[in-house]
């Protein structure tokens, strides 16, 4: 056998080889993924009960929570209803137990025409909202397609003060 030849034999018998490590690192991983796949299904299963669970103990908690939140969205959507009607009728910020008006800056435009727009400057492929209101912002007579409304806001207090505590 020539040099050649023993170096081919070599060759394959070094392929085979890692042909046959291949396959068993293969069946390996394969065995892991199973087990690991049986195991998220278990935690899951688990999981799964011991939330029915939670629930089914703290349902009185849980539905008194989720009432609470509606009552105080509630009020707190009322508050400014009344907060916003205070500003427009006297023009005061700073209202009562530190409730304030902010005024937002918001802009109305069609979103085809601001996209033609855009196209037309080369700004984008699509309309990049945010890039296209911070230039109308610092350009403001430049688009004439866009409104732009000042618009109050009220902010509540995260700590409520009241005058007479």
Known sequence: ???E???NVENESKKGFVYYKRQETMLTSLKDLKTLRVKK??????YEHAMKEFNDINELLLTNMVTNRDRLNAAEEALRVLAL???KETGNKKQVGGIG????????YDVKEAHTWAMDHKMALKLDVK???NFVKAEPLCIPFVEIKEVPQATLPKEI???EE
């Open 131 to 133: 890039t296209f209101e």
């Open 101 to 108: 008006i902010r005024i937002m800056t918001k802009l109305e």
């Open 85 to 87: 009607d205070e500003f």
């Open 41 to 46: 299904e278990q935690f899951k299963e688990a």
């Open 161 to 163: 003060k009241l005058e």
């Open 5 to 7: 030849q023993r170096q």
């Open 1 to 3: 056998m020539t040099s």
